[in-house]
């Protein structure tokens, strides 16, 4: 099965910061990936899909970019609802797996 | 609304049997893959297999084939996760998710609790 790492396993930042999460697979997925955000006591939300679009109704500040086995998750500026855990999944193979997950948490 | 609502909190001995559901309204549910993804306490997201109600299709994960079962009942639009031997390490958070791609809806989960 294909291993998705993300890294760092957390961060803590402040509003209005500029952040950036990677997540590294172990074989080429081309652009088959996708980014959820989940808040505590929550199912997780779909952010962004084929590595790059915007899924409806997502603020513009989050982006994703990558293909291959390098990807990244940016937040322009940081607000106060972003403070969440965020997780990568890759669906190129036939076996679909999550990354570890990045914890975003107040500075 | 496209939804998936699945059924409530369960909590189960060792060795007994579970079936949890996961029912879709909004869409057409023969025409998307149903999936089921466990979160344990405190850790990360695992995907264990997928299913595709217009013909039963499955796909299991390695890690979770041979410990759970998926079926679904086109006729009710819903999808389950069955288990027939629970185990204490079974306790966790249960998804149900639209998708054999990106997970666009997410149920709103089901927690299960083995405990003696």
């Known amino acids: 099965a294909i291993q998705l790492t993300q890294s760092p396993s957390s961060l803590s930042a402040s509003v209005g910061d500029r952040v950036t999460i990677t997540c590294r697979a172990s074989q080429g997925i081309s652009s088959a990936l996708a980014w959820y955000q989940q808040k505590p006591g929550k199912a997780p939300k779909l952010l962004i899909y084929d590595a790059s679009s915007l899924e409806s109704g997502v603020p513009s500040r989050f982006s994703g970019s990558g293909s291959g086995t390098d990807f990244t998750l940016t937040i322009s500026s940081l607000q106060p609802e972003d403070f969440a855990t965020y997780y990568c999944?890759?669906?190129?193979?036939?076996?679909?797996?999550f990354g570890g997950g990045t914890k975003v948490e107040i500075k | 609304e496209v939804q998936l609502v699945q059924s409530g909190a369960e909590v189960k001995k060792p060795g007994e049997s579970l079936k949890i559901s996961c029912k879709g309204s909004?869409?057409?549910?023969?025409?998307?893959?149903i999936g089921w993804v466990r979160q344990m306490p405190g850790k990360g997201l695992e995907w264990m297999g997928i299913?595709?109600?217009?013909?039963?299709?499955?796909r299991y994960s390695p890690s979770f084939q041979g410990q759970v079962t998926i079926s679904a009942d086109k006729s009710i639009s819903t999808a389950y996760l069955q288990w027939s031997s629970l185990k204490a390490s079974d306790t966790a958070m249960y998804y149900c998710?639209?998708?054999?791609?990106?997970?666009?809806?997410w149920g709103q989960g089901t927690m299960v609790t083995v405990s003696s």
């Open positions: 299913i595709y109600p217009g013909d039963s299709d499955t």
């Open positions: 909004g869409y057409s549910f023969t025409s998307y893959w």
């Open positions: 998710v639209r998708g054999d791609d990106a997970f666009d809806i």
């Open positions: 999944q890759q669906f190129n193979s036939y076996f679909l797996t």
